[in-house]
T-cell receptor, first 120, second 117 residues
Framework: DTEVTQTPKHLVMGMTNKKSLKCEQH?????MYWYKQKAKKPPELMFV???????INESVPSRFSPECPNSSLLNLHLHALQPEDSALYLC???????????????????FGPGTRLLVL | AQSVSQHNHHVILSEAASLELGCNYS??????LFWYVQYPGQHLQLLLK??????LVKGIKGFEAEFIKSKFSFNLRKPSVQWSDTAEYFC???????????????FGTGTLLAVQP
């Protein structure tokens, strides 16, 4: 099973709302990622968790708050978003992440289908 | 800083035509190279990857890519495309983790391939 699932598939929220995106994998992977993909653009890395610890934060605004409750789950909490935050949010996972040492860059990242977010 | 360039933004081919999509990266050290594909309405999936060894790597669905270190290139090829190859193709580079938390996959801007039956 190489599946990464994401819920919800679509989300519409106002600028004052609080919502959360959820990502789940059951491949035993220890690294999980959040990417943001704007229309007609490539995915851009937001956060990396490795062994449930945040290892990379790509200077993402604090209105995005990641959480990794356990090795299978990754959440992205959203609060006070702006219309320009509307995008496809992708979750991915890989075997080891940072804990895998120099070989980590060779890992395949498995992507979920994404959550399409619209901020009004 | 690492970057990835894909010069072909849109490619239109007829079935059975040969395909070559360009990918160039800028990074002076050891890199790991990937091609991902995103079929319409589907999630990103790996086509092939290169770490070391034979610079010609074969992937799924008849795709292959050649790593040319001197040209900083990793072009994707397929001898004969099918209508089902219509998708967006992303080249990506990961410089890996050499003593720091730098496991970062950087994507090119993507190439939208349309194959006409």
């Amino acid at each position: 099973d190489t599946e990464v699932t994401q819920t919800p598939k679509h989300l519409v929220m106002g600028m004052t709302n609080k919502k959360s995106l959820k990502c789940e994998q059951h491949m035993g992977h220890r690294a999980m990622y959040w990417y943001k993909q704007k229309a007609k653009k490539p995915p851009e890395l937001m956060f990396v968790y490795s062994y449930e610890k945040l290892s990379i934060n790509e200077s993402v605004p604090s209105r995005f708050s990641p959480e990794c409750p356990n090795s299978s789950l990754l959440n992205l909490h959203l609060h006070a978003l702006q219309p320009e935050d509307s995008a496809l949010y992708l979750c991915a996972s890989s075997q080891e992440g940072y804990g895998g040492g120099p070989m980590v860059g060779q890992e395949t990242q498995y992507f979920g289908p994404g959550t399409r977010l619209l901020v009004l | 800083a690492q970057s990835v360039s894909q010069h072909n933004h849109h490619v239109i081919l007829s079935e059975a035509a040969s395909l070559e999509l360009g990918c160039n990266y800028s990074y002076g050290g050891t890199v790991n190279l990937f091609w991902y594909v995103q079929y319409p309405g589907q999630h990103l999936q790996l086509l092939l990857k290169y770490f070391s060894g034979d610079p010609l790597v074969k992937g799924i669905k008849g795709f292959e890519a050649e790593f040319i270190k001197s040209k900083f290139s990793f072009n994707l090829r397929k001898p004969s495309v099918q209508w089902s190859d219509t998708a967006e193709y992303f080249c990506a580079v990961n410089a890996g983790n050499y003593g720091g938390a730098t496991n970062k996959l950087i994507f090119g801007t993507g190439t939208l391939l349309a194959v006409q039956p």
